[in-house]
Every structure is written in structure tokens, then in C-alpha cells.
């Protein structure tokens, strides 16, 4: 249970919401590519719906995705 997310040197921030809006993870990634995509483990949580939010200087990007 993992999900991808892209990933590029612009976003300053990466976290995890729950459902209600809880932030349950934050993670820094550095690497010199400039763009890419990360793998998320989603195998510790429980079911349920949760949003990944990247910001960056220029704007903020959500993805979500359902844990079943």
C-alpha cells in the first residue's frame, strides 16, 4: 500500500492530512533532480481517505488517495 507522488527541488513543503484535516506527516526530500516522483507508504495506516499537499513558491498542489 503506497502511493506516488511528484516531486520537484520547487516545493518547500510536503505533508499528509487525514480526513478531518489533521496533519499526520511532513516530510523534506533533497535531491538534485528537478523533477521526479516519491513512494509513500501507506501500509501503517488505517483505512481511510487522505490528502498529500506539496507548496511550493509558486502555488500548492493536493493529491488524494483512499486507503482501503
Do not use: C, E, W
Request: proline letters at 1%.
Amino acid at each position: 500500500r503506497s502511493t506516488l507522488f511528484p516531486y520537484t527541488t520547487l516545493f518547500r513543503s510536503r505533508d499528509v492530512y487525514d480526513m478531518r484535516g489533521n496533519l499526520i506527516d511532513d516530510f523534506d526530500m533533497y535531491n538534485s533532480a528537478a523533477n521526479q516522483t516519491v513512494q509513500y507508504d501507506m501500509g501503517h495506516r488505517a483505512n481511510g481517505i487522505y490528502f498529500f499537499v506539496a507548496t511550493s513558491k509558486d502555488g500548492v498542489i493536493s493529491k488524494k488517495v483512499i486507503v482501503k
